[in-house]
């Protein structure tokens, strides 16, 4: 509880500094343009862009900590914030509340926005990251294949918050209590079985160390449980996913609002992008590929061509790699800022996807990844998404195991303002190209090196 209130307090304490700087950017503005509309007089129109620009920098996860983040990140999120609310705000002025507010006030303070904010976040980033940071990581693993594969997971994390310090093997783990006082972190593998683990984990506890666990499926069913008492036992109630008719209704209303904004925004890139594919490479523009939709029902997935035609003909269903030589020119091009999706706008104005949801999988594919996660099936149980929470937080090289935790984890936290941080946070997705590269393969520096752990 405690944890849980300083987090809140240091929430409130950034969104606070946030405001003061918004008031700040638009008295530099009005000063620079020795501008008679003063908004010291017109606080009502600058306390609201100032909301406004907190609400949108919300929405694209600007409060949700800056522990352990890059912050390139925050840089993102703070120049499509800005962008966004001029826009906005100026459309908003055009008919009420900020008529006194002129364009150049409007677009001059928001110039000045962007660096008052990206100096404090740097304030505040590299305070966090000197009593965060740097931490020694000791890695436990069952054996040493499973522990480089953690430790280079710290490495393609943002720097200078992880150091792969060691690797241990669970097999001697009646020695682990010699290696913990000179670490700070313990990060146990998911493949560990359950009653290891626990041992693991308490003997972490004692020694007051970080600890870092994968999270087994059923692990992610207990987040949300309500703690209640039977009689003297105490026990954790689960609550039942269902969808309301009014969620229903509420998805499917901002579905085809989204869509239809999304339609008129980006229809000049769908054209040209279908003169460039017919252009550049044999075929169709688009092609039409069988998916499972929502109960496992197949419907066809609308897509723009970034392969040669007829792809698969000889090899059958295979994930695309990251230098798959199927993949043409500008395909790769298309893959790397996902806009060979934006047919799948039709698919979900016709009904048979959302905006939001877990992506939508051959059945081929979803046969093999159900034999092997039972759970898998249980991303059926929602329409599929053209972009979801596992595209947003994980890569396209991400295994389908780690992504399935993510759907899982939409699934079971869905609202209306999940869908919308989501939608926005795929904006800056697009701008992020290591987060779009093929699956099977790493980047070209970690084929050519190995990151040194000792093991102990």
């Given amino acids: 509880m405690l ?8 929430k409130m304490l950034l969104v606070l500094v946030d405001i003061a700087l918004i008031h700040l950017g638009y008295i530099t ?4 343009l020795d501008s008679a509309a003063s908004p010291l007089g017109n606080a009502q129109s600058v306390t609201y862009i100032a909301a406004l620009t907190c609400s949108v920098l919300y929405l694209f996860g600007f409060y949700s900590g800056l522990k352990r983040k890059g912050f390139t990140h925050l840089i993102y ?20 509340l900020m008529h006194d507010l002129s364009l150049e006030i409007v677009l001059t303070a928001s110039l000045i926005h962007i660096p008052l904010l990206i100096a404090s976040r740097l304030v505040f980033w590299q305070t966090i990251k000197g009593l965060h940071g740097k931490k020694k990581v000791l890695i436990i693993a069952n054996d040493e294949t499973g522990g480089i594969a953690l430790a280079d997971k710290l490495r393609s994390h943002y720097k200078g918050w992880y150091i792969a310090n060691g690797l241990f093997l669970a097999s001697g783990e009646n020695r682990l209590g010699d290696y913990l006082n000179d670490i700070d972190v313990v990060l146990i593998s998911p493949l560990i079985d359950e009653k290891q683990r626990t041992r693991l984990v308490s ?24 703690q209640q008492q039977v009689d003297d036992m105490l026990v954790l109630s689960i609550p039942a996913v269902k969808s309301t008719i009014v969620n229903r209704w509420v998805k499917r209303a901002f579905d085809l609002v989204g869509s239809f904004i999304l339609v008129l925004a980006a229809s000049p890139v769908m054209i040209l992008l279908w003169v460039l594919i017919r252009l550049t490479s044999k075929g169709p523009a688009l092609f039409k590929q069988e998916r499972l939709g929502i109960n496992g029902k197949p419907y066809l997935i609308y897509k723009f061509r970034s392969m040669v035609q007829d792809a698969e003909k000889e090899t059958g269903p295979v ?20 806009l060979d999706e934006l047919p799948q706008l039709y698919n979900v104005v016709k009904g048979e996807m959302s905006l939001v949801g877990p992506r939508p999988e051959r059945k081929f594919f979803c046969d093999q990844f159900q034999r092997e996660m039972e759970e898998y099936s249980y991303r059926m149980t929602v329409k599929p998404g ?13 295994t389908a195991e780690d992504k399935l935790r993510f759907d899982l984890i939409y699934i079971r936290h869905y609202s209306l303002g999940s869908d919308i941080k989501i939608v926005l946070q795929t904006i800056r997705i697009l701008f992020q190209r290591g987060q779009a590269a093929g699956t099977g393969e790493i980047n070209n520096q970690k084929e050519t090196e190995v990151i040194p752990v000792t093991r102990i």
């Fill in 319 to 338: 994930l695309a790699t990251e230098r798959d030589s199927r993949i043409t020119t500008i395909g790769r091009w298309m893959r790397a800022a996902r």
């Fill in 203 to 226: 003997l972490c506890v004692k020694y007051e160390k970080e600890i870092l666990i994968v999270p087994q499926f059923f692990d992610l069913f207990l987040q949300g449980s309500v």
């Fill in 77 to 96: 999120i703070i120049l499509f914030s800005i962008t966004i609310t001029a826009f906005l705000s100026i459309l908003g002025g055009s008919y009420y």
């Fill in 3 to 10: 944890r849980n209130s300083e987090r809140r307090t240091g």
């Fill in 386 to 398: 053209l972009t979801g929470l596992a595209q947003v937080m994980a890569k396209y090289t991400t």
């Fill in 29 to 32: 503005a009005s000063l620079l």
